[in-house]
């Protein structure tokens, strides 16, 4: 039986086997914050147009249908499915597996940020806007001097915590073939024909930047708390 340090020299130190993980670990975080902007970019807007104001003996509007079939077909399918069809039937001809997996994870991350965006705004009291609209501003300008600078608050931890589970989402883009950290502790397992160490040590580097992340948005969401009591 090899030992553990044997087993950690095979699955990191021979042929410069860390440099896998490193590139494996520079692919998700690439993915994850390019699908983090997309993904907030679409939010932001289907969360507008979910808020949209229907006219008179109409219960909703056209564009608030087209935002709620979105989050529920995106909500209610597999993220692994959605990066699926996106590689073999929309992108198929596309040889750019990062930008594939980065559009796939940012629509599906969209979805739920709108919520979270949704959420925040419908929790500035109502009070608010018709302020800004008793001083002469359009809802448009209320709803971007007054509403939204509040709801930030409200959204920011969350949209965070978004975040970390999409570095950890990614984890399922091998299916495309794209060596993330995940795929690149299975090559390194199949080469060692040993499971243990290239996969637990995969699992501590997700931990540790996870672990980062959680505690960066746990100081933030402290310095909001003191901005609130002020």
Known sequence: MNSIGTKFYNAFIVKDRWLLYVKGLGITIEIAVIAGIIGIIIGCIVALMKLSEPKKG???????YIATIYVD???????????LIM???VFSSSNNGVL??????GINSGAYVSEIIRAG????????????????????????????PQAFKNVLPPIGNEFITLIKE?????????SDLTRAASQISSRTYE?????????????II?????????????????????
Do not use: C, N
Not at 100 to 105: D, G, H, P
Not at 122 to 148: F, N, W
């Open 58 to 64: 109409h219960k909703h509007t056209l564009v608030w």
């Open 73 to 83: 077909v995106i909500r209610g399918t597999p993220a692994v499915l959605q990066l």
């Open 87 to 89: 590689w073999f039937i």
């Open 100 to 105: 594939v997996a980065s559009l796939s994870f």
């Open 121 to 148: 705004i419908l929790a500035v009291d109502k009070g608010q806007m018709e302020a800004g609209l008793s001083l002469g501003l359009s809802r448009g300008q209320t709803m971007k001097e007054i509403v939204l």
């Open 170 to 178: 990614t984890a399922i883009v091998g299916y495309v073939s794209l």
């Open 195 to 207: 499971a243990f160490m290239p996969l637990i040590g995969a699992a501590i580097i997700y931990f």
């Open 210 to 230: 996870i672990k980062i992340l959680t505690l960066l948005l746990e100081a933030l969401e402290r310095r909001l708390r003191r901005s609130d009591l002020r």
